[in-house]
């Protein structure tokens, strides 16, 4: 009791120390349930926000201050960092970027081996189709012109880019399956060093999408060579998430190991029946990893279902050069058929599989009504077999379907999400209930991760403290991406704070009616301006972008 006195006085103190200044606060969360971000107890304690940052923790009751906010019975933790938000063009569609601020999230990371940048002219008009149902075409062609956008924008949160690896090879290379010659690495290179001098945190690859699965293990390295010597990270979608996660995993040591360079595994999971109960074998290979010297660390999102395009269903070789090209094979009937066999060559599971793909989304206005439907419940109604019925969609869509696919189990999630060094992330880009993105329906994942995480898994059942819970979606993810000035309550830190009722948090986004807010969490501030006041969102768009360390003046 008297150490535990003591200790309270000691770090009371150390918060208060440099707190005070003729200046009034403009912010003030009174006698709050602080809990910092490092995995320490909650303390009660008041804090003062000056500008953009934290100028103040302790007893701030005789301080004069602009804004008052009554945070008693509430916890009030560092803005959540998701490690891969997917915000990166959906906030300047609707910069709002509502569905991750209602549920506390103030910064992403995102890029996941197609980044925003670079881009050429070519590749704009490529993608005219989906700018121009948007309503947002680039005008931008490096990470540089991006940022510019990001800041005309204004966006409510903050947002970090790395620079994608399956971005520069089709920019340079193709859409081919073939390997680079020299002088196409030579240029993915040089893109990506200028990518790093403008403010990327590292480099990323997604290797179950084309073109970026076409890159060999030696051309990736040579790529994170170039970010490693600027300070970076790499962040993985491993090139296989189920039966070949072993050996996807050692390729991600691989380039670690030869590139000097820290390993992110991005969504981990261990997914297929075939693998169910896999994931703590995963867990200790990151643990040995470690052990042997290489900073190696992943992090997920909370639900069993994951979220990608259809077009992932098929082969590589059917998906290679595009939309376009797939949809082209899928109209021949002899192509078909060898897509068909090998699906079920590669994957046993079909066509039981079809029971537990949900679209999501489509882009072609006859086909809304199935969106929230299986590709089972589609192909009963249509009267036809169902994977005939999955790649008939893809013809019909133009290739531009999106899926949620139930594949994992409970318990791997479970484990994972337990494991401290797993890291919080939602693998989604924002939304909103009303405006332009309510148009489509998504993966829960992105209205409601960090409230599942609080309700389901820290209040409700307990598998986490809540504090390590906060640390996993806050201190943790800003180490892991090299957020310097974010994830903890600190004075001198950026003033991004998350405040919210424990017992009132809820995941009221399902599968079923996905675009719904989360509930429980009263105030949200980004940079010092409160974008969630009283629960309810606000004008304030205070987001900026989050350089790397390897940014020039």
Same mark, same amino acid.
Request: a negative charge.
């Given at each position: 009791m008297i150490r535990a006195a003591l200790a309270a006085v000691f770090f009371g103190l150390l918060a208060a120390a440099p707190a005070f200044s003729a200046e009034p606060f403009d912010l003030v969360f009174e006698r709050g349930r602080v809990v910092d971000g490092t995995g320490a107890p909650w303390f009660v304690a008041d804090v003062g926000v000056r500008g953009d940052r934290i100028a103040a923790i302790g007893d701030l009751s005789k301080e004069r201050a602009k804004r008052r906010v009554n945070a008693r019975g509430l916890y009030v933790a560092p803005g959540f960092i998701d490690l891969l938000g997917q915000s990166e063009y959906h906030v300047l569609v609707d910069p709002r970027a509502a569905s991750k601020v209602m549920q506390g999230i103030t910064t992403e990371v995102t890029g996941e081996g197609d980044s925003i940048a670079p881009l050429t002219a070519k590749a704009i008009k490529?993608?005219?189709? =989906?700018?121009?149902?948007? #309503?947002? &075409? +680039?005008?931008? &062609?490096?990470?540089? #012109?991006?940022? $510019? !956008?990001?800041?005309? /924008?204004? +966006?409510? =949160?903050?947002?970090?880019?790395?620079? #994608?690896?399956?971005?520069?090879?089709?920019?340079?290379?193709?859409?081919?399956?073939? !390997?680079? &010659? +020299?002088?196409?690495?030579?240029?993915?290179?040089?893109?990506?060093? %200028? /990518?790093? %001098?403008?403010?990327?945190l590292g480099l990323s690859t997604s290797l179950i999408y084309t073109p970026g699965s076409f890159a060999s293990t030696e051309e990736i390295i040579a790529l994170a060579k170039v970010a490693s010597r600027y300070g970076g990270s790499y962040f993985t979608h491993l090139r296989d998430e189920e039966d070949g996660i072993d050996g996807a995993f050692d390729e991600a040591l691989r380039i670690g190991r030869e590139a000097a360079i820290p390993v992110d595994v991005w969504h981990l999971k261990t997914a297929g029946r075939r693998n169910w109960g896999h994931m703590p074998k995963v867990l200790a290979r990151i643990e040995a990893a470690r052990a042997e010297g290489l900073d190696v660390a992943a992090n997920q999102y909370p639900w069993t279902a994951s979220g990608n395009a259809l077009s992932a269903a098929v082969p590589q070789w059917a998906r290679e050069g595009g939309r376009a090209k797939l949809v082209e094979r899928l109209k021949d009937p002899v192509t078909r058929r060898r897509v068909l066999e090998a699906m079920v060559k590669d994957d046993g599971e079909w066509p039981e599989k079809t029971e537990r793909i949900l679209l999501s989304s489509v882009f072609t206005p006859a086909l809304k009504p199935l969106e929230g439907k299986t590709v089972a419940e589609i192909a009963k109604a249509r009267g036809?077999? !169902?994977?005939? *019925?999955?790649?008939?969609?893809?013809?019909?869509?133009?290739?531009? *379907?999106? $899926?949620? *696919?139930? &594949?994992?189990?409970?318990?791997?999630?479970r484990a994972a999400l337990a494991h401290p060094l797993v890291a919080f992330c939602t693998d989604s880009g924002a939304r909103a209930e009303d405006g332009r993105l309510s148009e489509e329906r998504s993966h829960p994942r992105g209205w409601a991760s960090t409230a599942r995480i609080l309700a389901t898994y820290v209040r409700d059942e307990k598998l986490l403290r809540l504090e390590e819970a906060v640390r996993k979606m806050t201190s943790f993810p800003a180490a892991r991406a090299g957020l310097g000035d974010r994830g903890l309550v600190k004075v001198g830190l950026a003033a991004d704070l998350t405040v919210f009722d424990l017992a009132k948090v809820e995941a009221l986004s399902t599968f079923a009616d996905p675009n719904r807010y989360s509930a429980g969490f009263t105030h949200v501030a980004v940079n010092g301006r409160l974008v969630v006041d009283g629960g309810v969102m606000t004008k304030e768009r205070p987001g900026r972008p989050i350089l790397g360390p390897g940014a020039l003046p």
């Open positions: 490529d993608g005219a189709t =989906i700018y121009e149902h948007y #309503g947002v &075409t +680039p005008d931008w &062609t490096d990470l540089n #012109g991006y940022f $510019r !956008a990001f800041r005309k /924008a204004r +966006p409510a =949160i903050n947002l970090g880019t790395f620079v #994608g690896a399956g971005g520069l090879r089709e920019l340079v290379v193709g859409l081919d399956s073939r !390997a680079a &010659t +020299p002088e196409e690495l030579r240029r993915m290179e040089n893109l990506v060093q %200028e /990518a790093m %001098e403008q403010g990327a036809k077999d !169902a994977m005939e *019925t999955l790649l008939d969609l893809l013809v019909e869509d133009s290739g531009h *379907t999106s $899926r949620v *696919t139930f &594949t994992m189990r409970e318990d791997d999630v």
